[in-house]
Structure formats: C-alpha cells, structure tokens
C-alpha cells in the first residue's frame, strides 16, 4: 500500500513542479506581433463575379418557381440566400461596380421585393457590363 501512495503521491508532484518552471519569469523579451497586412480591396472582376453567382442562382430559380417546379418554402430560401450572397460580398466603394454593389447592400433585405418583380436590370448590373466586357449571368433551368 505504500508504494502504491508513494507512486501515486510521485505521478501528482512531478507535473505539479514541471507547471511550477512553466510559470516562472521569462529570460528572454517576447517578441511583438508583426502588424497585420491590410486586406486587399476587391477588384471589379471579383465583385461581378461574386454578384453573378448569386443573380444565376437567384434568376434560375425564379424561373424554376414560375414553373411550377419549387415546392414548400424553397423559393423563399433561395431568396434569402441569395440576398446573403450579395450582402457578404467585399466592396471596394471607389470603382463604379463598387459604389453600386455598396449601395444595393445598403437597401437589403428590400433586395428580394426588387429581384421578384420581374426587372432584373439594377445598378450592379449595368456597372458589371460596363467594366468587364464578357459579364453576366449563366442560364441553366429550363430547356
């Protein structure tokens, strides 16, 4: 018995004398952090494209819902999820695809009443034609 005590008296001092040294003062000055690099702002491309992928989705499956293929509450999902998309998009406000994407964010949730209205034309769009020549959307529903 006394050796079990002894060993098991040993197995709780010696991490207890190994947190001890791991406590104590330093010898050496840490080192600071380096700063963070400033996260680079999004270009044109980017952002049309990340809008483009939402607006895919969001189109397609507006065509879907008029077809009657959509049932329950996918059609609301959709439309939730694609505002999300377009509202995590990164801006960079100084580029006219910027400022129109920036001020579309502004407006959500109100962005599904402008999407179902039938009108797909916005801001985002037609800044997106104008700064990168091959933009749009994809279709693939239907046919």
């Known amino acids: 018995m006394t050796l079990t005590r002894t060993a098991a008296a040993a197995a709780i001092a010696l991490p207890a004398v190994a947190l001890a040294a791991c406590t104590a003062t330093p010898?050496?000055?840490?080192?600071?952090?380096?700063?963070q690099a400033a996260a680079a702002m999004p270009s044109d491309e980017q952002m049309c494209s990340e809008y483009?992928?939402?607006?895919?989705?969001?189109s397609n499956m507006r065509l879907a819902n008029g077809d009657g293929r959509l049932i329950?509450?996918?059609?609301?999902?959709?439309?939730?999820?694609a505002?999300?998309?377009?509202d995590?998009?990164?801006?960079?406000?100084?580029?006219?695809?910027?400022?129109?994407?920036?001020?579309?964010?502004r407006q959500m949730p109100d962005l599904s009443a402008t999407w179902t209205q039938g009108t797909l034309s916005d801001?985002?769009?037609?800044?997106?034609?104008?700064?990168i020549p091959d933009w749009g959307?994809?279709?693939w529903v239907g046919g």
């Open 27 to 35: 010898t050496q000055t840490p080192v600071p952090a380096e700063p």
């Open 88 to 105: 995590g998009i990164a801006v960079d406000e100084s580029s006219s695809v910027g400022a129109a994407l920036a001020a579309m964010q």
């Open 83 to 86: 505002i999300r998309m377009v």
């Open 137 to 139: 959307i994809e279709g």
């Open 52 to 58: 483009a992928d939402a607006l895919t989705l969001f």
């Open 72 to 81: 329950g509450n996918e059609w609301d999902g959709i439309q939730r999820l």
């Open 123 to 131: 801001p985002v769009q037609a800044a997106c034609s104008a700064a």
